[in-house]
């Protein structure tokens, strides 16, 4: 069974850094597109950033220029680093992965969400 665990939330102050990772374990051929959505309270989940198989990167205005997404193939793990945060960063952080199952089918597999806190 395919499963994805995120990681590395916490609380960070206004302005602070903070990187969130996202690993895929189980038994699967292949993972293809990682992407990282977001769920602040009372709002619904957003994407905000995404990297593709061959390491090309998208990125949501909001967080455009302060977070870069990556990932370490051999480790099936994506990170998200994020750096200048704001006040409005609050939110349940959840990573998404497509991937190759045994028998060669493609499923779409959501970790649980990591809580990150922005605040003073």
């Known amino acids: 069974q395919v499963q994805l665990v995120e990681s590395g939330g916490g609380l960070v102050q206004p302005g602070g850094s903070l990187t969130v990772s996202c690993v895929v374990t189980g038994m699967f051929i292949r993972v293809h597109d990682m992407d990282w959505h977001r769920q602040a309270p009372g709002k619904q989940r957003e994407w905000i950033a995404g990297?593709?198989?061959?390491?090309?990167?998208n990125y949501e205005d909001s967080v455009k220029d302060r977070f870069t997404v990556s990932r370490d193939h051999a480790k099936n793990t994506v990170y998200l680093q994020m750096n200048n945060v704001k006040s409005e960063d609050t939110a349940v952080y959840y990573c998404?992965?497509?991937?190759?199952?045994?028998?060669?089918?493609?499923?779409?597999?959501w970790g649980p969400g990591t809580q990150v806190t922005v605040s003073s």
């Open positions: 990297v593709s198989t061959g390491g090309g990167a």
């Open positions: 998404n992965a497509v991937v190759t199952v045994l028998g060669g089918g493609l499923r779409t597999y």
